[in-house]
C-alpha cells in the first residue's frame, strides 16, 4: 500500500483557473507538508499542518490554502493560478521530526 | 535561519567506485536528513541522523555536529544509484520546525 498518495500525478490548466491537489497519507502521521520544486529543482517547504498548528512560509502567496478535512488529508488549493505556479508539488508526512518525512510520488502542475 | 551547502553540485563515477557527497549547515541542529531523488521525480527518505553514523545497506550516512557537516557515502557505486541527493536541515535549527533544502548533488554511475 502507498504510504504517501498524491492525486492528480499531473494536472494541466489555464491562467486564472482554481485547482486541487489532493493529499492523503495512511501512515497515521500527524504533522503533514506541502513542497515546491520549482524548474532548477530545488525544494522548498510551503506549509506544514498538524492538529494544532499551521505553519506557513512567508514567501508562499496566499494563493496557495492547505485545507484538512481530517487528520489522515492535506489538500492543496490554488486560487488564480499564474504561469510561475507551473512545478512539481509534493506532499509528505512524518510522525515527529525526529522520525523523518515520508513523501508522496509529486504532482506536475503546468499552467499554460 | 539556516543555510545549507551541498557538494559537489555534479558528480559522475564509474561503477564500482565509493562517492562522497557532503552537506554543511549554518545554524546548529539536531536532526539531518538525506534524500534522493530518483530520475523520474520520486523522492525517498534515505536518513534521518542527529549524531555519529548510520549505515543501510550500501549507504552510509555520517554527521558532525560541531562543525555543522555530514556527509553521505555510496560503497561499490552501481548505476541504479544514480539519482540527485538531497540533504534538509531544520530552518531555524533544532529538530523541529520545517526543512530547508540544499541544492542537490546529481550523481551519475557509469557502467
Known amino acids: 500500500d502507498t504510504a504517501v498518495s498524491q492525486t492528480p500525478k499531473y494536472l494541466v490548466t489555464q491562467m486564472g483557473n482554481d485547482k486541487s491537489i489532493k493529499c492523503e497519507q495512511n501512515?497515521?502521521?500527524?504533522?503533514m507538508y506541502w513542497y515546491k520544486q520549482d524548474s532548477k529543482k530545488f525544494l522548498k517547504i510551503m506549509f506544514s499542518?498538524?492538529?494544532?498548528?499551521?505553519?506557513i512560509n512567508e514567501t508562499v502567496p496566499n494563493r496557495f490554502s492547505p485545507k484538512s478535512p481530517d487528520k489522515a488529508h492535506l489538500n492543496l488549493h490554488i486560487n488564480s493560478l499564474e504561469l510561475g505556479d507551473s512545478a512539481v508539488y509534493f506532499c509528505?508526512?512524518?510522525?515527529?521530526?525526529?522520525?523523518?518525512?515520508?513523501f508522496g510520488p509529486g504532482t506536475r502542475l503546468t499552467v499554460l | 535561519k539556516n543555510e545549507v551547502e551541498q557538494s559537489p553540485q555534479n558528480l559522475t563515477a564509474q561503477e564500482g567506485e565509493f562517492i562522497t557527497i557532503n552537506c554543511s549547515y549554518s545554524?546548529?541542529?539536531?536532526?539531518l536528513h538525506w534524500l534522493q531523488q530518483h530520475p523520474g521525480g520520486g523522492i525517498v527518505s534515505l536518513f534521518m541522523?542527529?549524531?555519529g553514523k548510520k549505515k543501510h545497506g550500501r549507504l552510509i550516512a555520517t554527521i558532525n555536529i560541531q562543525e555543522k557537516h555530514s556527509s553521505l557515502h555510496i560503497t561499490a557505486s552501481h548505476p541504479r544509484d544514480s539519482a540527485v541527493y538531497i540533504c534538509?536541515?531544520?530552518?531555524?535549527?533544532?529538530?523541529?520546525?520545517?526543512?530547508?533544502f540544499g541544492k542537490g548533488t546529481k550523481l551519475s554511475v557509469k557502467p
Open positions: 509528505a508526512s512524518s510522525q515527529d521530526a525526529d522520525r523523518g518525512q515520508f
Open positions: 499542518y498538524n492538529n494544532k498548528e499551521l505553519i
Open positions: 545554524v546548529g541542529i539536531s536532526a
Open positions: 534538509a536541515v531544520p530552518d531555524y535549527g533544532g529538530s523541529q520546525g520545517n526543512l530547508i
Open positions: 501512515l497515521g502521521h500527524d504533522t
Open positions: 541522523l542527529s549524531s
